[in-house]
């Protein structure tokens, strides 16, 4: 971002880019989102649902995350444990803002269970060894950034970063491998053009 500013004239520092990016990136990903649930552009056919393990100043926490089957991030939670209370949080948060899908994939994870047997969801839940790689493959894009941001140091700035990413991930997301070259170039335009009048 720096060098990109700098070859048009302006100097400006890490710090600044860092500024921005926390008084800004909450506004746009929070406009994504409402703008995601105003249209429907959710899938309630299948979800899957899995956790990853993140490192926050040194100590070990999971990210909850729910994707739908296209790839996109619906519901994330933080939390310090790997349990029935953090799952039946994170599943009941997702539920209520997107409503009950009709498959919910998980790993063979003993806490879903019994999360899903409290909210009534255990006749929905698939496992199954390979079912999963989904939610799997979606953990890359985050562990990428994770890596760049040399980790993290609070569990209020993991969440706040996982909330911004996704949602600007889910945006530009286009899912090139599936299309052909003309409706990725479409739908490139249009994340553009959407990005352009947020910004605006």
Not at 96 to 119: F, H, N, Q, S, W
Not at 136 to 155: V, W
Not at 180 to 197: D, L, T, V
């Amino acid at each position: 971002m720096e060098d990109l500013l700098h070859e048009r004239g302006i100097d400006i520092c890490h710090e600044t880019v860092r500024f921005w990016w926390n008084r800004f990136g909450p506004m746009f990903a929070g406009d994504f989102r409402k703008r995601r649930m105003r249209a429907g552009n959710f899938s309630r056919w299948r979800w899957h649902v899995d956790e990853v393990f993140v490192k926050v100043n040194g100590k070990l926490h999971y990210l909850w995350r729910a994707v739908d089957h296209e790839g996109e991030v619906l519901e994330f939670v933080v939390s310090k444990t790997r349990n029935k209370a953090a799952a039946l949080k994170f599943l009941k948060k997702a539920v209520k803002r997107y409503g009950r899908p009709e498959i919910i994939v998980t790993d063979g994870l003993r806490c879903y269970g019994a999360a899903m047997r409290e909210i009534g969801n255990l006749k929905r839940r698939k496992v199954g060894r390979w079912g999963n790689n989904r939610a799997e493959n979606s953990h890359q894009p985050f562990r990428r950034r994770e890596t760049a941001m040399l980790k993290f140091r609070r569990t209020k700035t993991l969440q706040k970063f996982v909330a911004v990413h996704s949602q600007i991930h889910n945006h530009f997301n286009s899912e090139r491998h599936l299309v052909s070259r003309e409706i990725y170039k479409q739908r490139r335009s249009a994340a553009i053009a959407g990005w352009r009048a947020l910004a605006a």
